[in-house]
């Protein structure tokens, strides 16, 4: 049990390297790859493809998506998934990984609200500064009320 906690940190850093990857040909190429077929997998499947497909086979299941669409939408989400899978298996690994992911996106500062926090004994991950940053905007949003003084109001009064 010693040894299956860090391979399987080891194991989720090579998919944060492959998402890195992934991201990069999203984002710099503009390419997608993905399996063709049953709709449900091929919705998730971007997620599971980390080789691109042998272009000179026509009837491959896995496919090539060029569109401009995927820079915007999937480059930020493999950019998350592996910066998420990179923090976490580093810290399966004993290595600093949420700890260092904290550091640099709250820009060295300790006194922040961590961004990550990760429980190795629940496999869970948390988002307090994500939770914190909704309650002010939701209370921005929502907690207003329209304050009308009596000379803008446009029915007189008792009517």
């Known amino acids: 049990m010693d ?18 990857y992934k991201a ?3 984002i710099v190429q503009g390419r997608l790859w993905y399996f063709s077929g ?8 971007p997620w599971f493809v980390f080789a691109p497909p ?22 930020p989400i493999f950019v998350i998934c592996s910066v998420l899978c990179l923090s976490a298996g580093a810290d399966l690994a004993n290595l600093p ?5 904290n550091r640099i996106l709250t820009s060295w500062t300790s006194d922040k609200t961590p961004v990550i926090v990760f429980d190795k004994k629940h496999y869970k991950m948390q988002f307090p500064a994500m939770v914190k940053t909704a309650n002010k905007i939701s209370k921005m949003f929502f907690n207003r009320t329209v304050e009308i003084k009596e000379q803008d109001k446009l029915l007189p009064a008792g009517g």
Do not use: C, H, Q
Request: charged fraction near 10%.
């Open 38 to 45: 049953f709709l449900p997998f091929t919705i998730v499947s």
């Open 54 to 75: 042998d272009e000179r086979k026509s009837n491959s299941l896995a496919k090539v998506k060029d569109a401009i669409w995927v820079p915007i939408f999937f480059g």
């Open 24 to 26: 990069f040909v999203a």
């Open 3 to 20: 040894l299956l906690m860090p391979a399987l940190g080891v194991v989720l850093m090579l998919m944060g390297a492959g998402y890195l």
């Open 97 to 101: 990984g949420t700890s260092t992911t």
